[in-house]
């Protein structure tokens, strides 16, 4: 097994960094660690530290090119795309494979047509904009089977009644964890609960009813917060205001680190299907 690269855009597609015949290859990646910019003030003979960050990156390798056709065919991807992720496959010592990502922007590719050994040699700089992620999601639907849990990787999970869904999880990355929520219509005034080590520590709850075949949209993510709604035809409406939710409540849910946490879905009425993504973000992987 090998370490795998590739790039991701909003619409789903994908642009291979391992394919040398369809795209390119890329090797000696730099910029997949992470580095902190930290300020010190002098007191005396000793030096206190008054000010740490951690520091923008970038991501700087070497394109290699079967045909210049690859290099367009590249380019159009680039120019296409809105938002890019960036896509890190490791192989672990337990034979176990994991993909991290990470948002960037591209910043620019060389075109000096230096060939060697007949293969184009490029180098090509990715600007990080978010640290390395792990994108966790758990179904819930009730639609086939009652009481039916899907999820795509393993964790405790469980249900209780059908107006709530229950889900236990352990933040292990370096930072708080965003999360992402839909939940399907017909609800009434969807409420989010987050439980840390048993005890309730943040409740979100909208003041709205969201109908059939709308959903109730809710996103913690950075550049991404949202709470809102998203209609039929597939627009979206905010619901962050005074109308619907209380303003002066903590209403943006992050899950702490190493705490054992539980996030509760209720409604007034039957939760029968929700999708709940859990983002643990890591300063290196």
């Known amino acids: 097994m090998v370490r795998e690269f590739r790039l991701i855009n909003e619409k789903g597609q994908e642009f291979s960094l391992m394919d040398i015949k369809k795209a390119f290859l890329l090797t000696d990646p730099q ?28 991501i700087i390798g070497t394109a290699n090119f079967l045909e210049y056709d690859n290099y367009k065919t590249f380019v159009d991807f680039i120019e296409n795309s809105r938002k890019l992720r960036f896509g890190y496959k490791i192989p672990y010592k337990n034979e176990s494979v994991k ?32 640290l390395w992620y792990e994108e966790n999601t758990v179904i819930y639907t009730i639609e086939k089977v009652t009481n039916e849990i899907r999820w795509d990787f393993r ?3 469980r249900f209780t009644d059908y107006d709530s869904r229950n889900l236990q999880y352990i933040n292990q990355g370096h930072v708080e964890a965003p999360i992402y929520v839909e ?22 709850k909208i003041t709205t009813e969201i109908a059939e075949y709308e959903k109730f949209l809710y996103d913690t993510r950075e550049n ?11 627009t979206k409406k905010n619901l962050y205001s005074l109308d619907y939710i209380d303003f002066y409540n903590d209403n943006v849910i992050r899950l702490p680190k190493n705490k054992s946490c539980e996030i509760k879905l209720t409604s007034e009425n039957d939760v ?5 993504t859990i983002y643990p973000r890591y300063k290196a992987v």
């Open 31 to 58: 910029g997949l660690g992470y580095k902190y910019n930290t300020e010190y003030q002098q007191l005396g003979n000793t030096f206190i530290e008054n000010l740490r960050y951690i520091q923008q990156g970038q």
């Open 99 to 130: 993909e991290y990502f990470k948002d960037v922007n591209f910043q620019n590719i060389t075109k000096t047509q230096k060939q060697i050994n007949g293969i184009f040699v490029e180098t090509v700089v990715f600007d990080c904009l978010s």
């Open 155 to 157: 964790w405790d999970s």
């Open 183 to 204: 939940m399907d219509g017909h609800i009434v005034n969807p409420q989010i609960d987050l439980y840390v080590e048993g005890e309730l520590y943040q409740t979100v």
């Open 224 to 234: 991404q917060f949202f709470i809102g709604k998203q209609n039929v035809d597939g």
């Open 272 to 276: 029968l299907n929700a999708k709940l």
